[in-house]
C-alpha cells in the first residue's frame, strides 16, 4: 500500500529552524502533487504547502516565506524546510500524495512532531 513515513521532527526554540521530510514506498512522480499539513492536538489536518510534479509550489498564507518545501524523485522524498518558527506552528506534519484535483490518496501515517517552545 502507498504510503510515507516522515521524520525529522524536534524541540527548537521561537524564531528556530527544523528540516522535515517524508519518504514514499512508491514514485511520487506518478502522483500530480505532494501535500504537506499539519494537525495540532485536538484539531483537523491543516494545509500548510503543495509541491507539483513540475516543482510548482504554494504554501498557506501564515507560513509563505518562512516554509520551503522541495522534491527529490530519485529517492522518493520531499522535503520542509521551516525556518522562523513560531509556538503556532507547533503540531504534527504530515504528507500525502495527490490526484489531478488535489484530493489525498494516501493513508494518514503518524507524521513527526515539531515543537516550537521557549
Known amino acids: 500500500q502507498a504510503q510515507f513515513v516522515e521524520s525529522g521532527g524536534g524541540v527548537v526554540q521561537p524564531g528556530g529552524s527544523l528540516t522535515i521530510s517524508c519518504a514514499a514506498s512508491?514514485?511520487?512522480?506518478?502522483?500530480?502533487?505532494i501535500l504537506w499539513y499539519r494537525q495540532a492536538p485536538g484539531k483537523a489536518h491543516e494545509w500548510v504547502a503543495t509541491?507539483?510534479?513540475?516543482?510548482?509550489?504554494w504554501y498557506q498564507d501564515s507560513v509563505e516565506g518562512r516554509f520551503t518545501v522541495s522534491r527529490d524523485d530519485a529517492k522518493n522524498t520531499v522535503t520542509l524546510q521551516m525556518n522562523s518558527l513560531r509556538a503556532e506552528d507547533t503540531a504534527a506534519y504530515l504528507c500525502?500524495?495527490?490526484?489531478?484535483?488535489?484530493?489525498?490518496?494516501?493513508?494518514w501515517g503518524q507524521g513527526t512532531q515539531g515543537t516550537v517552545s521557549s
Open positions: 512508491f514514485v511520487i512522480a506518478e502522483y500530480n502533487a
Open positions: 509541491i507539483t510534479r513540475h516543482g510548482t509550489t
Open positions: 500525502n500524495a495527490a490526484d489531478k484535483n488535489y484530493n489525498t490518496q494516501c493513508p
